[in-house]
Nanobody, 121 residues
Framework: QVQLVESGGGLVQAGDSLRLSCAAS????????MGWFRQGPGKQRELVATITSAGRTNYADSVKGRFTISRDNAKSTLYLEMNKLNPEDTAVYYC???????????????WGQGTQVTVSS
C-alpha cells in the first residue's frame, strides 16, 4: 500500500506560478512510477505529467514548456511546478502511483485526495 497526500493548491491569477507537492508513505517510493492528473469541472480526469522510477518524464501537450514534474526519492515526495498558469488549468489535481508508468489514470493503483487549483483571468 502507498498513501499519497497532495498539497500546494490554491487560487492564483493568470500568469502566476504554483508548486504542488505529493507526500508518499508506505511502500518504497522510489520503486513507483508517479503521475499528476487533473479533473476540471464537467470533464474527465486527464494526464498532466508522469515520471518513471528512473526519472523519465512525459507531459500532456497542453502543459509542455509550462509545467515540470520531479521527484525526490529521499523525501518520498513528488512535485509539480506550474508556470504561466491560465484559467484552462483550473482543476482538482491528483497525484497517483503505480509500479509501471502509464498515461491513463485507470492504470494507477494509488491516488491522493486531490488539491484544488483555481486560476482567475
Amino acid at each position: 500500500q502507498v498513501q499519497l497526500v497532495e498539497s500546494g493548491g490554491g487560487l492564483v491569477q493568470a500568469g502566476d506560478s504554483l508548486r504542488l507537492s505529493c507526500a508518499a508513505s508506505g511502500r518504497t517510493f522510489s520503486w513507483y512510477a508517479m503521475g499528476w492528473f487533473r479533473q476540471g469541472p464537467g470533464k474527465q480526469r486527464e494526464l498532466v505529467a508522469t515520471i518513471t522510477s528512473a526519472g523519465r518524464t512525459n507531459y500532456a501537450d497542453s502543459v509542455k514548456g509550462r509545467f515540470t514534474i520531479s521527484r525526490d526519492n529521499a523525501k518520498s515526495t513528488l512535485y509539480l511546478e506550474m508556470n504561466k498558469l491560465n484559467p484552462e488549468d483550473t482543476a482538482v489535481y491528483y497525484c497517483a502511483g503505480n509500479r509501471y508508468s502509464s498515461d491513463y489514470p485507470t492504470a494507477y493503483d494509488y491516488w491522493g485526495q486531490g488539491t484544488q487549483v483555481t486560476v482567475s483571468s
